[in-house]
């Protein structure tokens, strides 16, 4: 069975940093593109991030790029998002979620960065 | 990279159909095949419906379909059961591995 878990967020300060993870099993990871997406309380879902299956290549929505970086680990099995100088805008519930051509077939639950003074 | 657009809200009675538009340009609906439809109950994880326009995954009801035309792909349940009340949302590959959501749809079965 496919599942995609993530971790790491929480509670952060205006200007600090978080760093979120998705562990993935049940299928072969490093053979997949990974996305992030972002859904802000009662709003509409946000393309974040991707990354290739090496890692050698990412890409990110234009008004993140800078602030946001995505990778993984596929020793691991394992996704990242470094989040930092995060601003208020940036509370979301983050999903993980699996490429299928340009689709995205799996997903996460999402793991909630809030934040606030 | 704006988003798509939808309509906010969308409804119809059990066994009726009903059809979401999605809306985007030239550099992003228009210019690729590849159109996907996320459904979303509340408190749960999107779950794709429809990928490259019109292709169903594994398990998803024949009840739903999508096409395209220029720049507006669609989405329409048919035969509407309570279960597919949720929130919809298209996704478009725009290009240079960008990506650009919809803003949502929320269907209600009457």
């Known amino acids: 069975e496919v599942q995609l878990v993530e971790s790491g967020g929480g509670l952060v300060q205006p200007g600090g940093s978080l760093k979120l993870s998705c562990a993935a099993s049940?299928?072969?990871?490093?053979?997949?593109?990974m996305t992030w997406v972002r859904q802000a309380p009662g709003k509409g879902l946000e393309w974040v991030a991707q990354i290739s299956p090496d890692g050698r290549a990412t890409n990110y929505v234009d008004s993140l790029r800078g602030r946001f970086t995505i990778s993984r680990d596929n020793a691991d099995n394992s996704l990242s998002l470094q989040l930092n100088t995060l601003r208020a805008a940036d509370t979301a519930l983050y999903y993980c979620?699996?490429?299928?051509?340009?689709?995205?077939?799996?997903w996460g639950q999402g793991t909630l960065v809030t934040v606030s003074s | 990279q704006s988003a798509l657009t939808q309509p906010p809200s969308a409804s119809g009675s059990p066994g009726q159909s009903v059809t979401i538009s999605c809306t985007g340009t030239?550099?992003?609906?228009?210019?690729?095949?590849?159109v996907s439809w996320y459904q979303q109950h509340p408190g749960k994880a999107p779950k794709l419906m429809l990928f490259d326009v019109s292709k169903r995954p594994s398990g998803v009801p024949d009840r739903f379909s999508g096409s395209k035309s220029g720049n507006t792909a669609s989405l329409t349940v048919s035969g509407l059961q309570a279960e597919d009340e949720a929130d919809y949302y298209c996704t478009s590959y725009a290009g240079d591995s960008n990506y650009v959501f919809g803003t949502g749809t929320k269907v209600t079965v009457l």
């Open positions: 979620a699996r490429h299928v051509g340009r689709a995205f077939d799996q």
């Open positions: 049940g299928f072969t990871f490093s053979t997949y593109y």
């Open positions: 030239s550099s992003d609906v228009g210019a690729h095949y590849s």
